[in-house]
């Protein structure tokens, strides 16, 4: 039983939900990195292709690969959390 215990203690520990996404971060980051290729328009066009959080949340992935920013998983909850508090609003 201690060991479960143990085990479930440090995955919400090591887990991205256990940190609280810093917005100001990820507008920062967005506005040097995301902006050299997108628009905000793109995310609120009615064609967009971003529909939900997990889809936003590959999708900046996805563009932190192509781009090479090598960004930490924190980072990448960041730009998400900003671009889904500013723009997307999904639950």
Not at 38 to 66: E, G, I, N, P, Q
């Amino acid at each position: 039983m201690k060991n479960l215990l143990f085990v479930v203690s440090v995955y919400f520990l090591l887990s991205p939900i256990a940190y609280a996404a810093d917005i100001d971060n990820g507008r920062t980051l967005h506005a040097e990195n995301c902006l050299a290729c997108h628009t905000t328009d793109k995310y609120t066009s009615k064609l967009r292709k971003v529909h939900d959080l997990a889809a936003l949340t590959r999708r900046v992935k996805r563009c932190d690969f192509s781009l090479g920013t090598q960004w930490f998983d924190d980072d990448i909850a960041d730009v998400v959390t900003y671009l889904n508090k500013d723009f997307y609003q999904f639950k």
